[in-house]
């Protein structure tokens, strides 16, 4: 199990904003190389239209932490994304965007690893059961928004959660029962990732 806390995250300029990463697998993996296997990352997007990198190599998986964003790939029709709203399209395609938001980014390599993205949100003491975490993958959870989040697996607290902290459990953690508990209401993302 790691936890990344939010003031130990490297973030960078970029023409539209800026990104901070979250998590790159493996260690030693470098973003702009496109030697990685998956990548955790959030965004700050400033400008009102902006073009995606190409990443052909990579799948996407898009949320929207704050605000609302427009997209469209290739010849394909524009559609809006709101907080909570997932997009899954590939990394190759020309991807338009408009709106200033914050997002979530987890991309992964195809043929080689799988993932998905799943928000929650939460009120003030609710608790939230969570599926096991497989001896096969990684599961990150993200504080997107909120005061704190206090992190139970097997009925034993692990971990306690602020905004833009991130828990990772890596493959052979044990997690057959996960659950969170809300303090002050909360915006969660989970992240699962699989080897093909």
């Known amino acids: 199990m790691i936890i990344i806390r939010n003031e130990d995250v490297l973030t960078t300029e970029w023409s539209g ?12 993996a470098v973003y702009a190389d496109r030697d990685f296997d ?9 400008d009102e239209k902006s073009t995606f990198t190409p990443l ?3 799948n996407r998986f898009l949320t929207i932490r704050k605000g609302a964003l427009r997209l469209k790939h290739d010849d394909g029709d524009w559609y809006t994304l709101e907080e909570g709203d997932v ?8 991807t338009e965007s408009e709106g200033k938001v914050t997002d979530y980014n987890l991309m992964v390599r195809k043929g080689k690893i ?6 929650e949100f939460l009120e003030d003491g609710e608790t939230l059961a969570m599926a096991p975490v497989k001896a096969s993958e990684t599961t990150a959870i993200y504080l997107s928004r909120g005061r704190s989040l206090g992190v139970r697996c097997n009925k034993k607290e692990v971990a306690e959660l602020y905004e ?7 493959e052979g953690d044990t997690a057959e029962a996960l659950c969170v508990d809300a303090a002050g209401e ?3 993302i989970r992240a699962d990732i699989r080897s093909i």
């Open 164 to 170: 833009g902290d991130l828990l990772i459990f890596e």
């Open 38 to 46: 998956w990548r955790l990352s959030s965004a700050e997007v400033n």
């Open 17 to 28: 904003g800026t990104t901070s990463q979250l998590a790159i697998s493996p260690d030693g």
């Open 114 to 119: 799988e993932g998905s993205l799943d928000t």
């Open 87 to 94: 997009a899954e399209f590939d990394g190759g395609s020309l």
């Open 186 to 188: 909360v915006y969660i």
């Open 56 to 58: 052909p190599d990579y």
